[in-house]
């Protein structure tokens, strides 16, 4: 039986939990090969949607083929390790032939060289912060083996101090921004994603070397709505049990929505946040968009 509600230790001063810290030995010895496929992301930025879109990509849009396993079955979280071995990122990945689509919440620093050294792809997906710390808040209610995310103004604070788990937003969504040219990240926005998915689902197919029909993009835009993802059993995590995800607390797929934020931040949060925004992003001027133009 797992630990209910983990504890966290560090890693090059980056929180992580307890149990990622203990087996850090195998990410840093694990092996990449040139094939894989790393899908990258602080958490909550939209991983699960990339990750069905990469799949039905590689699948030429066959849902069944996509549906033949859930997500984190699919698509290993590299550093992920449980005393459940289904759950082991390497567990699983050391069972599949490349090329694997793998996921991962490292931030850029610490992963692991073998992907430098092979020229893994890299996409990595970013999503506006304000979005992002209300789905963690969520997600943190309702996961069961993370620490207790206690109330709302306290969590808020230490995502700015970049004390949660995964560590800071900032540095993390800096970091792969400023290697983007020097290696191959492809860096999508998941507003982006929201606003026009074909767009989205095009520039990753193109990244990948895969050429796709105007009638697979359109299947794969149907296929990977919020709606379509939240009743699809083999994306919506609802394989997972009960006793680690507590779907009373919320959904997994909770809103999947641009601009929610507007409804848990208080003004004054606001305020503080904007402050804070401005220092710990300052010299990285990356586009992010905390709502969507009316359509
Ligand atoms: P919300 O909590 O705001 O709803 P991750 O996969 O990185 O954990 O991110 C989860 C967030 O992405 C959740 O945000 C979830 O609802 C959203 N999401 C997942 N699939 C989506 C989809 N197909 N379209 C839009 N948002 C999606």
């Known amino acids: 039986m797992w630990a209910i509600r983990g504890t966290m230790k560090k890693v090059q001063g980056v929180p992580l939990l307890e149990p990622i810290v ?87 620093q610490l992963i692991p060289n073998t992907f430098w050294e092979a020229g893994c792809k890299v996409i990595y997906v970013a999503r506006n912060p304000k979005d992002t710390v209300v789905s963690y808040f969520n997600f943190e209610r309702m996961n069961l083996i993370t620490p207790e995310p206690g109330p709302w103004p306290q969590y808020l604070d230490k995502f700015m101090k970049g004390q949660l788990g995964w560590g800071s937003w900032s540095d993390h969504v800096k970091g792969y921004w400023r290697e983007k040219e020097r290696k191959q990240i492809l860096y999508l926005f998941y507003e982006d994603m929201k606003e026009t998915p074909a767009k989205g689902i095009r520039q990753i197919a193109d990244f990948l070397g895969q050429q796709l029909s105007e009638d697979i993009v359109s299947n794969i835009v149907q296929m990977t709505t919020f709606a379509a993802m939240r009743e699809n059993p083999m994306a919506n995590y609802s394989t997972v049990p009960d006793t680690i995800f507590d779907r009373k607390a919320s959904d997994f797929l909770r809103k999947g929505e641009v601009g929610d934020w507007q409804n848990h931040f208080s003004p004054e949060e606001n305020a503080a946040f904007e402050e804070h925004y401005i220092k710990a992003m300052a010299g990285c001027n990356i586009p992010f968009r905390f709502s969507l133009p009316e359509q």
């Open 22 to 108: 203990t087996h850090w030995k195998r990410v840093e010895t694990f092996r990449a090969f040139p094939e894989d496929v790393l899908i990258a992301t602080y958490p909550k930025a939209g991983t699960t949607w990339i990750q069905e879109i990469v799949d039905l990509i590689f699948n030429h849009g066959d849902a069944e083929k996509a549906r033949r396993a859930p997500l984190h079955i699919r698509m290993p979280f590299l550093e992920m390790t449980a005393p459940d071995p289904t759950f082991s990122g390497i567990t699983l990945l050391e069972k599949m032939q490349p090329p694997r689509i793998i996921k991962t919440h490292l931030p850029i």
